[in-house]
């Protein structure tokens, strides 16, 4: 029984994690490209060789076409996957102010307490202190 290898170890298989793929983004102007090569294709094998050079794939142009068709010139946009964000701008803004107010409310009322121990301070002192007047 012999080494098929001729006498040799088997190669190792790389160990590297290999990186997940991306999600591939066409642009309009792209599309708009490739539709055309496939409009202007005359011989038979000709989209598909297209679709091979390119790493399409057919429904890529059946969705492509049916877009264009439907005068959908932003459909031919990329389109950013998932849920629809349904955030009211006024929404976001109110909650930030309502966050900055309970920020400034509690320093002003920080404030008032570091004021009342002066006072104190003062008055054991034997100096009053000034009366000012409150905003």
Do not use: C
Not at 50 to 65: F, I, M, N, Q
């Amino acid at each position: 029984m012999g080494d098929i290898t001729g006498g040799r170890a088997a190669p190792r298989p790389n160990p590297e994690v290999i990186a997940r793929a991306k999600r591939r983004r066409f642009t309009a102007e792209y599309k708009q490209k490739i539709l055309a090569q496939t409009d202007a294709a005359k011989e038979s094998g000709d989209i598909g060789a297209l679709l091979r050079r390119e790493g399409l794939y057919s429904s890529h142009l059946t969705k492509w076409r049916r877009e264009r068709e439907d005068g959908i010139l932003e459909g031919l946009t990329p389109q950013k996957r998932g849920p629809k964000v349904k955030a009211d701008p006024l929404a976001g803004e109110n909650q930030k102010l309502r966050r900055d107010n309970e920020r400034l409310a509690d320093q002003l009322r920080k404030a008032e307490i570091v004021i009342d121990v002066q006072k104190k301070v003062a008055m054991l002192l034997g100096r009053p202190f000034p009366e000012t007047e409150t905003l």
